[in-house]
């Protein structure tokens, strides 16, 4: 193990190993989310002889300090930032390889220009997939059985009774069926329900596996489904996709849940929809994050919101943070290893 | 069909069907409880040409109002209500049937006497074992998610981000494998968790059927699981079974479940592991219910209550209701349906 150093600055600490050793690359951490400085550390020792490391503990938000920290730097682990095309200018004068600390790449770093400055990036293939379906079950379950709330209100001293539903024998629609909807087909089929499945091809060995049907009508996984959950990434296709004539075909009681994101939807619908009162919804993704205090949402009785936390498990720390080590070690190595562009 | 009427009085209502048909014998619902009634009620055509019914729609505590209202019942549905002795004597004289509903019976009506006197007994069998099981689950997954926590955060106007805990990979330990607890395995096989039962003999084929591994270790059970739930009747042999040396066992970080009855627990044991801080824990069930407002669960902060709740959905209300009333139907025609005695 080689020398390892940590310098605590206001809260923020920066930590370095090999620092001596000017004969190999320098991989920087310019930003960090608290959640994630230990088990990064842990991988440290991967890079024994491949770089030196130095990662800054603290978030930051500003261009200039994310730059000047990077200065040295021959590759960066970037973990929830927004790289933009003038700073993207100033790195790749030394920059040789980023790795995005998550998916949806290519919201954060222009990958056209990264191409052209003959810049790797890289990011993290399905770290969150048992995450997001748990949590997309997880408030699934706070709509039929209202555990958090009941907890709530007996810690205030009300013994309230509410009578709850059971999902075995419902019918769940699942919009998207990529590897998160694959994994909350799979749960549900232990919970005993019927899954239909809209996805633009059929997979029909992915469905067999969990029991699922398909359909290829949008209209009718609303029309059919008692909990209806969507599962697809944000692009040109999907954005505004799921339409008010769409919400209107839930039945009355139906639960709906989005741990996707907001934009799948157009714009006012679903609180139109819900103001009618009569389908429950869990959320974990909105418009704007932190959600505006004067959002909607927030009034509407029949909601569950969840603070875009559907991702972050444990697990899924670990699962990011070991793809980017991994990542990182195979530029070195010059293997490829979840290269982007 | 035939007369139906409808009396209110003081918002407690009776309806009766056939009132006037006296060669029939009289069923009687001394006592209901608010979910049941229509349920109840749409039930009642089967009686056409077997029985009159007078339900009672509020929900009786006094033996007197008991007795009063079953005067001149030939048969008597009993809803959360417990009989004494002494008023089983005095329905005796004319009650031919009881039909108790809810599992458990033992505890709410004297069998021995009832079968000196020639009373048939019947309860309801296995009405709730899907909705414990998923109770048991959503308690889980508001320990792992705080889906139902973070969304009163949010409405508080706090977007508190928290790290969450994956259940798939995890082993989840089973104390009983009864109805609910081959329920709970079955969801958590769809969850990817590895499943381990603590139960007195190996049900080799329905162990496979969830996937799950078999111990005759208690101590086992609780020293390797993430996740302990249990799922146990209560009886003199059960009572006080899990004693503080087992909760011991349990490691840090682990969940601790409890749908089943808190009885089961050797009094005081379960809040001394509690407040040594490691272990969360999701209890539907408590020594005095409802919950005592000194009880010292209340104050521990990793713990989610919720107000014996497991078993009431939807779906179980029509259960119950249909048990009953085929129990009833089965009397009348000679037949035998969920006869305890």
Redesign the interface.
Known sequence: MMLRRRITLMGMSVIETASTREDLPLMVIPSCVP?MVEPLRKEFRKFDDVCRVRMYTDTVHDDEVFASRCKDADSVIVIGFRVSDDLLDRLATHVRCMVFGGTGVANYINLAKSQDYGMRICNIEHYGD??VA??T???M??L????????????D?N???????????KTLGLVGFGGIGKAVA???????MHTLVYSRHEDHDALQAVGASWTSSLDEVFEHSDVLSLHLGLNEHTQGMITGEHLAKLHSGALFVNTARAELIEEGALVKRLNEGDVLA?LDVFDE???R?DDPL?SIPNA??????AW??????VNVVAQCAEAIGAFYRGERYNVVV
Chains 1, 2 share one sequence.
């Open positions: 959640s048992n995450a748990e949590h079950v997880a408030l379950f706070e039929a059985r209202h555990a958090g709330h009941l907890d709530q209100e007996l810690h001293g013994w309230v009774v509410m009578e709850g539903l059971e999902l075995s024998g799979r749960i549900a089929q232990g919970l005993g869990g994050e932190p959600i205090t927030l569950v919101l969840t603070p875009h936390v972050f498990t444990q697990e899924a720390v």
